[in-house]
């Protein structure tokens, strides 16, 4: 009997979900004092996996991602007249320690690997643990090819994306990634989960990344448990009343927000003071702002007063 297809949407899902907790891919390699790389999370990732499958917000960029992966890799098919490939996978030995390693795309005639990366932002440069992916892809390859990163921003109203050609791993970034994978195995072996890394710090990236953004887990990390003595029960549960009536507040503010940016959409869109019955509108046109490293994009800002009476 053939399995329905909400049953086998969620088997796809938790393959990629393994992939992600798996420690020894391309994709979670990396070494000590390379930006963003953590040898805890690489491990809890495959011994606590709850952690990433329960944390919303990052359930939210993944789906995202994986939808946007998709659509790209239809796109590149749809572009390019030779065979693409969009399920590969190679097996790399660095030093006794299997690594697989899976491009999102591979396109022999053109030697060419492509990695998809969907993101909130594009950077300006690629990430250090994505160059060290495909860096890891090039070696892998079983023939001389290219490697790029392909960033797509998922969130806003227009397609943005930016492509970055990947240097192959010098000789000695090489040797370190070997030696921080030894390292790993052992730890994996042993089923043990390494301290957090020396310079880590509870409220700083690679641990807090931003207000409603940190690492998964950020509470096998920071997280203490204190007793009674140390925290009065009554000011705890005040504090915990506190939380849920702003937290719902926020959320009621948020409504009313959405709803006052779809009023605007019917308001002038040119600078003045406009009579309203009643009531004044004033329209102040904000002009585009560029400075070094930022750039604001041009809005209006509304103000509406009623007439005394």
Known sequence: MQKPIETLVEEALLKMRLDIEDPFTASQCGYPGLEGYCRRKRLLNHFKPENTENDEELQKVFIKGYFTELAYKQIIRDIHEERVYTKVTWNLSMDGVNIRVDPDIWIPARQ????????????????????????????????????????????????????????????????????????????????????????????????????????????????????????????????????????????????LESYKDKLEQFFPKEQGIYKCGDYELKVNVIPETIVPSYKREAYIRYTVRKKKE
């Not at 060419?112 to 892998?140: S, T």
């Not at 960033?151 to 970034?173: C, H, P, S, V």
């Open 112 to 255: 060419k690997i492509i990695e998809i990366k969907a993101v909130k932002r594009i950077p300006d440069k690629p990430f250090e643990h994505h160059r060290i992916q495909v860096g890891i892809q090039l070696l892998a390859c079983p023939r001389k090819a290219i490697g790029e990163i392909h960033y797509i921003e998922w969130e806003g109203r227009k397609w943005n994306m930016k492509t970055f050609t990947i240097d192959k791993l010098k000789d000695e970034e090489i040797e370190k990634i070997k030696e921080e994978n030894k390292i790993v195995m052992e730890f994996w072996q042993n089923k043990q989960i390494p301290p957090i890394p020396d310079g880590f710090q509870m409220y700083k990236y690679p641990c807090f990344i931003s207000r409603i953004a940190r690492c998964p887990h950020w509470d096998d990390c920071w997280l203490v448990e204190k007793s009674a003595t140390e925290i009065l029960i009554d000011d705890i549960d005040v504090y915990y009343k506190l939380y849920l009536k702003i937290k719902s507040l926020k959320e009621s503010l948020q409504k």
